[in-house]
Structures are given as structure tokens and as C-alpha cells.
């Protein structure tokens, strides 16, 4: 007894030991319902590897079914729809249960090759069994598989598809289609400036815009006539960023001296001055709704002023290189900049520290522009324009086509967003779809060189019907739609590429 006993695997001491222990106890059945145990587990794994196997062929791929239709047989029905519909029978018949007559085989199909295969899994698996189990085991039977894997398929009829199906069924991309937009034309060109022009802003009563130039000075104009108003001097380097308050009579500026300036407008005088910049303050932007200032530079922080005290409330690091642009929002992330670094950073205001940083761009990304209603921004850079959705800068769409350094960006509220290049080159884009709906190059003042054609900043005004915009050749060049147009006469020649997504 002992050397049969050594010669015995584990698995059976076990089983003989809790065979023992229930005949003991509860008799001879307890032996039977062991064995009934193991035949229903053995059952259940069959039916669920076979499951496993033709879930994928169990209904016929898109593509499949198209090409089955347009290449038909001579009886009509093509040879892998054929292929398919025997598959997914025997599919049906493993985890369903029906026969030929109620599922509709194939041509030459066999339900009794299926029950074949399915008796040879058993019987392999029951054949491994040692002589003395497979005397007092029950072989499983054909209905206890064809229950057991039923039972396996409602179970798991919430299961999300294997990955094979997943790319098959995935929801074919259908491009969005561009509104119609007029096209834009000149309207005006002022000059007054002895050096580059490379700021904007629009004051909210759309009454008059300023411009800031290399000649160190910021010009007040009359935007509807275009006569200058006002000169205002002070800076001692290029005055790269102007913001006008909507709830104060001020203006602020920055420069690449190093200063933050902010103009009394009453007054016409310098009121405040905010000191704390290592470098030239290249960008600068206001919140809407709080008393706060944003700038930033050549140091390669933002840093958050408060207005009225001049104290930094937040120094906002991370950048590692200039910060070219910056642009502030209600809603998080209330500040959004970008950088030299080829990055853009979405900002918590609150906690002073990054949110997202978003490295999609390959070069240095110089301009950004907000949807005066969607919630979301572009960014721009000599790669392409990209789209993104706040809060969590998501990615959209790219604006493919710009091959350029692109230093400005401005969107209106009708859907419009202008982007102009280093070269003189300028686009007019549909914002939903990407879809540029004009190319133009801006045309030099005469007595120009050819290479003074640059864009360095723009801006829409109040209403989004004139566009304004500082250029290298110090003039101020003011753009309006075309009111003669009309879709006959431009119609939208929108042809998607095949690699284009919008996410």
C-alpha cells in the first residue's frame, strides 16, 4: 500500500483523501457529486474557450459584407460571405444552441462535423483522466456544453468586444462641413509710425484702438476715420504688449525695457509702474473679471499682478524659454501661455501652478487666440495651427496649410480666425471645420522693401468686422469682408484629406 501510495500524484491523495472523508460522513453519494463537480467545471471551460474563438466571426465585418455585395457568385452570394455565414452557424450553434434548419446554413454544412469536433475536446480531456476517475466520472454530453456555454453568453453579454472587432466597427469619420464666409479685402492703411508695428488692442466702447511700435511709442487712433488722437511716450525700448481695462480707464503696456507700464487715461500719464521682470516683457493680457494683470517675457515666467497694489499675487514657472503669449478667460484654466519652449501651459490661477502642458507643437509656438464664444483657443506655430478645447486641453483639429512663421492669431465671433505669417502671408479659416477659405499676402507700402511684408500682430475689432493689423512695413492696415461676394461668385471648395480627423 505505501509504494502505490508514493507512486500517486498529489492531486490524487487529494481526491482519494476527501473521497474518504465524505463517504465517512455522508455515505456513498458524496463520491458521485465530487465527480458531477468536476464534470460541470470541465463542461463550463470547454464551452467558454469555444466561446473565446468564435465570438469575432460570429457576424460579418462591414467591409466584408461590401465587398460580398459587390462581387457576387454566380448563385449571388460571394465566397467569404459564404465562408462568414458558415462560421458564424457554427458560432451559433455552440453558444445558441439552434440547428441548420433554424439558423440557415451554408451550402455543404454538416451540424454533426460541429457535434464531432466538440465530443473529440471531450473526449481528449476526459482521456487524460487516470482509469479509476474515468470509470466513475460521466463523459459530458453535447446539451450539457451547448448549456453551459449559453449560459457563459448571457453572462457575458455586456462584455465589451474583443479588439478585432473594435477597429472593424469603429464609426467611419465624416468631415465637417465649412459655413460660408465672405472674403476679406483692404480697407485702409494708416501710417504714423517710424519702426515696426507690434501690438494692438481694441478698447471696448470700439471707439478707438492703440498700437505699440519699435519707436518706443503707443498711438491712439480713430477707428473709424483712422486719424491718430494721441501719442504717448515713455517706454525706452519696443513696446511689444498693450491691454485696454473694460472696467477701468486704463491702459497697461509692456516693453522690452523690462517695464509694466499703466496709463491714466484721463489723464494721459503713467499712474503705475510694476517692477519685477529679469528681462523684456514680451506678452501681456488682462483677466476679464478679476483686478488682475498677466505678463511675461524673456524670463520665462508669467507673472500674476495685482492692479491696484502692484504686488505679484503669483509667479507662474515652468516655461524654459520666452513666453511669447499669453491669454486669460473666466473659466479654468484662466491663463493660458505659450512658449519658445514648442509648448503651451494651461494654468490654475487659484493654486498658482501648471494644470496641462501641452507638447504637441514641434517648433516654437508664437501666438494664441480665444473664441470670443466657444470655450476653447488656438495656438500657432511654423509646423501648423492647432485647435483645442478647454478645460482640459484637449486636441481638436490641426488648421493645415500655413507654411510659415506665424506671429499672430485672432478669431471673431462668427467663426473666422485670421492667422499672419512672418513672410506677409495671411489665412482666413473656418474655425469648425479647418477649412481655409482664403489666401492672401498683404501688400507692402510703397517705398518698401519686399521684405518688410511681415505681420507681427492683429486683432478683430468689437464687432468682428474689421480686422486690424501691425505690420513691417509701420503701417496699420485695417481689413473688412467683401459685401459684393456672394457663394455663386466664391463658392466653398472644401476637399479633405484622407488623414484628416477631428477629435
Sequence with gaps: ?????????????????????????????????????????????????????????????????????????????????????????????????????????????????????????????????????????????????????????????????????????????????????????????????????????????????????????????????????????????????????????????????????????????????????????????LHPVLDLLVTGGRDSVARVWDMRTKQQVHVLAGHKSTISALQCQEADPQVISSSMDSTVRLWDLAAGKSMTTLTHHKKSVRALALHPTEFGFASASSDNIKQWRCPKGEFVQNFEGHNAIVNSLSANSDGVLFSGADNGSMRFWDWKSGYCFQEAETVVQPGSLDSEAGIFCSTFDRTGFRLITGEADKTIKIWKEDDEATEESHPIDFRPSLGRRRF
Excluded at 13 to 37: M, Q, R, W
Excluded at 133 to 151: F, G, N, Q
Excluded at 247 to 262: A, N, T
Aim: charged letters at 25%; a positive charge; hydrophobic letters at 35%.
Design 1 to 285: 500500500m505505501s509504494g502505490s501510495a508514493g507512486n500517486r500524484t498529489p492531486s490524487a491523495l487529494a481526491l482519494a483523501s476527501v473521497t474518504s472523508t465524505y463517504s465517512l460522513f455522508e455515505g456513498s453519494a458524496a463520491t458521485e457529486n465530487i465527480h458531477d463537480a468536476e464534470d460541470k467545471s470541465r463542461v463550463a471551460k470547454v464551452a467558454v474557450k469555444y466561446r473565446d474563438e468564435y465570438l469575432s466571426s460570429r457576424e460579418l465585418p462591414r467591409g466584408v459584407e461590401q465587398h460580398g455585395a459587390k462581387n457576387g457568385t454566380a448563385n449571388g452570394e460571394s465566397i467569404a460571405a459564404q465562408d462568414a455565414k458558415t462560421i458564424g452557424h457554427t458560432a451559433r450553434l455552440l453558444t445558441m444552441g439552434g440547428g441548420p434548419a433554424a439558423t440557415g446554413a451554408a451550402p455543404g454544412f454538416r451540424a454533426t462535423d460541429v457535434e464531432q469536433d466538440v465530443q473529440k475536446v471531450l473526449d481528449g480531456l476526459s482521456g487524460k483522466q487516470s482509469k479509476s476517475k474515468a470509470k466513475k466520472a460521466k463523459k459530458p454530453t453535447r446539451d450539457l456544453v451547448l448549456a453551459a456555454a449559453e449560459k457563459s453568453n448571457s453572462m457575458a453579454g455586456n462584455m465589451p468586444p474583443p479588439p478585432g472587432q473594435q477597429i472593424v466597427r469603429k464609426r467611419h469619420y465624416e468631415p465637417v462641413k465649412p459655413d460660408w464666409h465672405a472674403p476679406w479685402k483692404l480697407m485702409r492703411v494708416i501710417s504714423g509710425h517710424i519702426g515696426w508695428v507690434r501690438s494692438l488692442a481694441v478698447e471696448p466702447g470700439n471707439k478707438w484702438f492703440a498700437s505699440g511700435s519699435v519707436d518706443r511709442t503707443i498711438k491712439i487712433w480713430d477707428l473709424a476715420s483712422g486719424t491718430l488722437k494721441l501719442t504717448l511716450t515713455g517706454h525706452i525700448s519696443p513696446v511689444r504688449g498693450l491691454a485696454v481695462s473694460p472696467r477701468h480707464p486704463y491702459l497697461f503696456s509692456c516693453g522690452e525695457d523690462k517695464q509694466v507700464k499703466c496709463w491714466d487715461l484721463e489723464t494721459n500719464k503713467v499712474v503705475r509702474q510694476y517692477h519685477g521682470h529679469l528681462s523684456g516683457v514680451y506678452a501681456l493680457a
